[in-house]
């Protein structure tokens, strides 16, 4: 499988961003799909998921009402709207794909996860 991200870039605070991520192979609409991110010298952390059919999503506690995580499985392709962008998000964000097929739930272990996109910066300015 593979992920490619794109969308990120250099932003105000306050500002939006869309990420998105575009998958390999039909299996995609099976996956659970999440995105992650890491700032410098710290652990990567789960963001936002969504299940196989978008029935059920996750969001991390600092993001929930600003971001949104969405999947057009007929395209492969999985976004982050991300709306009133904080400095503390500026970060590398990571698309990921879990491949336990037709889960009904989303997973945040990031080891859990099996494939990964390369990144894209997202940098927020005060």
């Known amino acids: 499988v593979n992920l490619v991200e794109s969308g990120g870039g250099l932003v105000q605070a306050g500002a939006s961003l869309r990420l998105s991520c575009t998958a390999s192979?039909?299996?995609?609409?099976?996956?659970?799909m999440a995105w992650f991110r890491q700032a410098p010298g710290k652990e990567r952390e789960f963001v936002a998921g969504i299940n196989w059919d978008g029935q059920r999503t996750d969001y991390l506690d600092s993001v929930k009402g600003r971001f949104t995580i969405s999947r057009d499985n007929a395209n492969y392709t999985v976004s982050l709207q991300m709306n009133n962008l904080h400095p503390e998000d500026a970060a590398v964000y990571y698309c990921a794909a879990d491949l336990r097929a037709d889960a009904d739930y989303v997973e945040r272990n990031a080891c859990k996860y099996d494939y990964w996109g390369q990144g894209t910066q997202v940098t927020v300015s005060s």
């Open positions: 192979g039909r299996a995609f609409r099976s996956y659970g």
